[in-house]
């Protein structure tokens, strides 16, 4: 069967950053409902159009064509205070963007004495990257699937 809209890929897949970097790898198939459905880059979803298993592709995404570019107006300095007392770097708290009704999760990039620095940029955010994957199964999607625009069972979503 061939990849098309309304289709359930079943794929292995790697991630790298332009320096060819591996920045990840699925170690088991992972799978997303096809046509749109925002389970994958849109970039990545156009090339896997009509591939089918066995197939290979590799697609070079630009920021925006991936997380997009790196905003600083997304980084904040905060005061200690406003944070539990067991802060490290790393953690991630959920918190409005300035000027917006928007909110955006925030991960801790650096503690200074009285200062936290946090950060709402996608980590990957600003870099071009490399997705390389090899189509191992495709089927139709459920209508259930379809309705909630996810796969459902194994390697998908589960309810």
Known sequence: ?????????????????????????????????????????????????????????????????????????????????????????????EGDVEGSDESRVYTVTDIVDDKVVVDANHPLAGQSLIFSCTVIDVRPATEEEITHGHVHGPHGHHH
């Open 1 to 93: 069967m061939q990849i098309d809209d309304d289709t359930v890929v079943s794929m292995n897949y790697s991630l790298k950053n332009a320096e060819e970097e591996l920045l990840e790898a699925s170690d088991a198939p992972v799978s997303y409902l096809h046509g749109g459905y925002q389970g994958i880059f849109p970039a990545v979803e156009e090339v896997l159009q009509g591939k089918q298993p066995g197939d290979s592709c590799e697609v070079r995404l630009e920021p925006e064509d991936a997380f997009g570019e790196y905003d600083a107006a997304l980084v904040r300095v905060e005061s200690r205070g406003s944070f539990p007392g067991n802060l490290e770097v790393g953690m991630q708290f």
